[in-house]
């Protein structure tokens, strides 16, 4: 037989996670910092929508776009939230979480050829999606100097006459970095002017800390008609398994998204998209208990670094601070392997997020305050050595 295979599919690499995952998986007594997921239930009124939609039986199909009411929802959040004003009917879609977001944007919009200008360190999927719907992925490595935010010069350097989209994720995975408005704002004026299509990818728009809140791109002069905005419920609302996420795009774009949508997958979950109508309209306290509670963590681990010496930026997004390893004359994955072998405790290397994550690594606090305690001393006790040497 002739090869069966893709070789589009083949040349992909794996998530440089999974490795690490399937080792704790059979170490008894590991740590993993390496999930970037929430250790907290969902909110109970939630759930209680989502079973009482079961007793009720509604385990039909609904619209491929969605249910209407979750998408005016949706849609009024924006609006209030950000000045941001989409249609439910028509700009709205709901999808099975946000990855599936980013993939059915990618493949909307990607002719054969086109660039697609990615900054990193970023989250794993971006540049597989890109060379799947036969995009070719152009990277730019952003700073730690910077904080991880991208820069108006940066992004002009990358930009030919192929370029067509740019996707921006922040509050950012892996690094926790964020961009105020000011920040975006000339990064919107490039966009205009070069005709760029932006994904802004915003899963982590509710969890920001400081004084910094989520500001979207799409609320910019000449934004709203160029960006598609994908979002979800996994990280706001401790519903990863829930499986639900949308996107908010001009008709044009979101007619055919919802297309690919239709023929690929039918509809996102109705169980899970009556439990989200509850999340949109009643779950900002809970949204404000668990960012509390995460940036009490954050602060924890920024303390516990600068105890150590461990240099790492202060993140003020998602879930995750980035610390530097660079001092210890190894490779991000060598590492992560040792603090695995040696002390039991998983870490991502920042490669797994880009080659420029080269001397870091991806430390989730989406764990008790119990578990990250004993994790810094794990690592405590693993730099001494390496420094003592």
């Not at 980035?322 to 992560?336: A, H, K, L, R």
């Not at 290397?349 to 991806?362: H, I, L, S, Y």
Request: hydrophobic share 40%.
């Amino acid at each position: 037989m002739r090869n069966p295979l893709s070789n589009t599919v083949v040349g992909l690499k794996p998530s440089g996670i999974r490795k690490f995952f399937d080792i704790v998986s059979e170490m008894p007594d590991a740590i993993s910092l390496g999930v970037g997921e929430p250790d907290f239930d969902t909110p109970w009124h939630i759930c209680d929508e989502g079973i009482y939609s079961l007793e009720k039986g509604k385990t039909f199909y609904t619209s491929n776009s969605g249910l209407l009411e979750l998408r005016t929802e949706i849609c009024d959040m924006y609006e209030r939230k950000y000045g941001c004003k989409y249609e439910p009917k028509g700009e709205c879609l709901i999808t099975v979480g946000g990855s599936e977001g980013i993939d059915l944007a990618l493949r909307a919009l990607i002719n054969p050829g086109d660039e697609v200008i990615i900054p990193e360190p970023c989250y794993v999927s971006y540049v597989p999606c890109t060379l799947l719907a036969g995009g070719k992925p152009v990277t730019i490595s952003l700073k730690n100097e910077n904080e991880f935010r991208l820069t108006p010069d940066e992004l002009l350097s990358a930009i030919t006459d192929k370029t067509k989209i740019l996707i921006l994720s922040f509050p950012n995975n892996p690094t926790g970095a964020i961009m105020t408005k000011e920040d975006l704002i000339p990064i919107a004026k490039i966009a205009v002017e070069k005709d760029l299509i932006v994904i802004s990818d915003e899963i982590y728009s509710e969890l920001t800390y400081g004084e910094a809140a989520h500001f979207s791109i799409a609320a910019l002069p000449g934004m709203l008609e160029r960006t598609i905005v994908v979002n979800g419920f996994s990280k706001a609302y401790a519903m990863t398994g829930w499986r639900l996420g949308y996107a908010l795009a001009p008709k044009l774009i979101a007619e055919q998204m919802t297309k690919i949508h239709q023929f690929a997958i039918m509809c996102a979950p109705t169980t899970s998209q009556y439990a989200a109508i509850s999340a949109v309209k009643e779950g900002d306290k809970d949204i404000a208990k668990m960012r509390e509670s995460y940036d009490m963590r954050r602060k924890f681990l920024m303390r516990q670094f600068e105890i150590m010496g461990l240099p790492c930026f202060e993140p003020y997004g998602a879930f995750y601070v980035f610390p530097s390893i660079q001092e210890f004359g190894m490779t991000s994955d060598e590492f992560c392997t040792r603090l695995l072998m040696e002390e039991k405790l998983a870490v991502v290397p920042g490669t797994a997020f880009g080659d420029c994550g080269e001397g870091f690594v991806r430390i989730s606090y989406a764990y008790s305050i119990d578990e990250l305690r004993e994790a810094i001393s794990r690592i405590q006790s693993f730099i001494t050595r390496l420094r003592a040497k």
